[in-house]
């Protein structure tokens, strides 16, 4: 496809401007490069904005493998070497029929070669051809270094007393990448009086991983110790520390915390996000009409927009997806975080570090200074950060900044127990958005579910007495049975209107600004949750975990 092409339809779909297309080009008379990787090297589209619209112009189906575990007998059929040599994946069989992912439109070698696996021309879909050597490289790892294999092998050594310290390192090893092959945030290995239970934090919730014999729990926490430059010594107090860990060209950053109970020492392991692909302001889980409020907000000059929620609800990606719609050419653009989580170029991006004295309220004195349109601060997390958030935001620029709280009109309190001027705020503030996130419905396995008479009500929805059916997932291989998969957000966007900023000069209770919100139409992140529940895309009972 010729280069303009690409970029003529990324224009017509609105996916990039022509100011895009413009700086692309010049880039491509200096490196020579294709113009679609320029574009995503400049994060102004993505990888697989750009595969989706190549798939459309092809007359092809578009099928993302981000989230994708291809099935073992699939992999079994079909060589790695001749996947990655042919620049395809398997993808799955249906009735002797392989569904085959290709990363360009044509490849025809692809076909052939599926061909003549199954003797049946394949099924062709397009996938993202970026994510697709990660994809193969995982899959086919695990598919010939199976891990429940692995740990059985050692609990087995354990019962013929083999145990060793090269088997400890290895067994730590399995726990970790088993963490990273279900995608989980956390791992937790708590120790009981006779055995230890490792735990996965997998979009949010808790699951039982494997259980393991006691003999080998202070050979982990050791382990991890060391690799977190711990005191192995210490047992009696709590300890925090960090390590990163490197599997199949990925680096992990691990947040390591241990504890000490009853029964030994508790160790969390966080597993620190690697950003990934950036989401458009449209994908992150607001209904239409919030998503257009949220685009006009994010295009404001001056003032001040704050996003909340607990740790782990994507504030930042959401600050990432609304930076998006901001012009990159025509604006400055600075950020600093603690740490950097997604890369965008254009913009001017900056990561805290204590040790270098380069704190949040340094960066806000620098930034001052560097000609900013936009500045994004990681978080407000005390008096400082609140001042100079505020400051910038009434001297001209626009402010973006998360903060932990419980809901979206919970900040004005929780601000002003943080000194800021009301008046001050009350004239910067643009609004405050809240978020969690809830498990999707797995699709793999969404059944409709009859609803017993009066059982919603019973959950405390009240005024859904017409529903007689809703969905739910009856658990399957892709979900690990539990019935979901990913997540989505539920949010609400406390405007500040006229009326509110009278409300929070004049010093008046959160409720009281929370009654003025919803009377002049505000949806709290419980109506947004219901409403997802109404359209099958999460549960109730998701809705009632997350939002009460
Ligand atoms: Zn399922």
Do not use: W
Not at 59 to 64: N, R
Not at 362 to 367: C, D
Not at 501 to 509: D, F, N, T
Not at 513 to 519: F, G, Q, T
């Amino acid at each position: 496809m010729p280069p303009l092409r690409l970029g003529e339809l990324l224009q017509k779909k609105g996916l990039a401007k022509e100011s895009h297309i413009r700086i692309a080009l010049a880039e491509q008379a200096i490196t020579g490069n294709l113009i679609g990787a320029i574009l995503v090297k400049l994060s102004f589209v993505s990888s697989k904005d750009i595969t989706q619209t190549v798939a459309e112009q092809a007359g092809l189906s578009f099928f993302d493998i981000s989230s994708y575990n291809i099935p073992e007998e699939v992999l079994r059929l079909v060589p790695r070497d001749l996947c990655s040599r042919l620049g395809f994946v398997p993808l799955k069989v249906e009735d002797g029929i392989i569904t085959i992912g290709i990363g360009t439109s044509e490849n025809m070698r692809a076909v052939d070669a599926a061909t003549r696996i199954t003797s049946k021309p394949p099924k062709i879909t397009m996938v993202d051809s970026s994510a697709m050597e990660a994809a193969l490289e995982k899959s086919y790892y695990f598919l010939e270094n199976p891990i429940q294999e692995g740990i059985d092998k050692i609990v087995e050594s354990v019962k013929t007393g083999e145990l060793t310290g090269t088997k400890i390192s290895q067994l730590t090893d399995y726990l970790v990448k088993d963490a990273i092959r279900r995608k989980c945030t956390d791992i937790h290995v708590t120790p009981t009086s006779d055995t230890v239970h490792v735990f996965y934090r997998i979009d949010g919730v808790l699951l039982q991983g494997h259980c393991l014999p006691k003999i080998v729990h202070s050979g982990i926490i050791s382990r991890v110790k060391i690799l977190s430059k711990l005191d192995i010594a210490e047992m009696r107090i709590p300890q925090d520390g960090s390590f990163s860990f490197n599997f199949l060209n990925m680096r992990y950053d691990m947040r390591v915390s241990t504890m000490p109970t009853i029964y030994g020492e508790n160790l969390v392991i966080r597993i620190l996000g690697s950003g990934g692909a950036i989401l458009r302001l449209a994908s992150l889980g607001f209904d239409k009409d919030d998503t257009e409020r949220l685009r006009r907000l994010f295009l404001k000059p001056y003032g001040m927009i704050l996003i909340c929620g607990a740790t782990g609800s994507c504030k930042t990606t959401t600050l990432y997806a609304a930076l998006r719609e901001i012009d990159l050419i025509e604006k400055n653009v600075l950020t600093v975080e603690d740490p950097v989580e997604y890369r965008l170029s254009m913009v001017k991006q900056t990561s805290v570090s204590e040790k270098a004295g380069y704190s949040f309220e340094a960066a806000g004195r620098t930034f001052m200074r560097q000609d900013p349109d936009v500045i994004l601060l990681g978080e407000i997390r005390d008096e400082e950060t609140a001042t100079i958030a505020l400051r910038a935001s009434i001297t001209g620029h626009l402010v973006l900044s998360t903060l932990h709280t419980n809901d979206a009109v919970s900040t004005i309190p929780r601000l002003v127990n943080f000194n800021v001027d009301r008046f001050l705020l009350s004239s910067a503030l643009l609004c405050v958005i809240g978020q969690r996130l809830v498990r999707r419905i797995c699709s793999g396995c969404k059944k409709e579910y009859t609803l017993k008479p009066g059982e919603l009500e019973s959950m405390g929805f009240t005024g859904l007495n017409d529903m007689k059916t809703t969905f739910k997932g009856e658990g399957c291989s892709d979900c690990g049975g539990t019935g979901y998969s990913g997540r989505t957000t539920i949010g609400e966007i406390f405007i500040v209107t006229q009326e509110i900023k009278e409300l929070i000069y004049s010093g008046a209770s959160a409720t009281a600004m929370l009654d003025v919100a919803i009377r002049n139409g505000m949806k709290t992140m419980r109506d947004n949750g219901i409403q997802k529940a109404v359209s099958g895309i999460t549960t109730f009972e998701e809705v009632l975990r997350v939002a009460g």
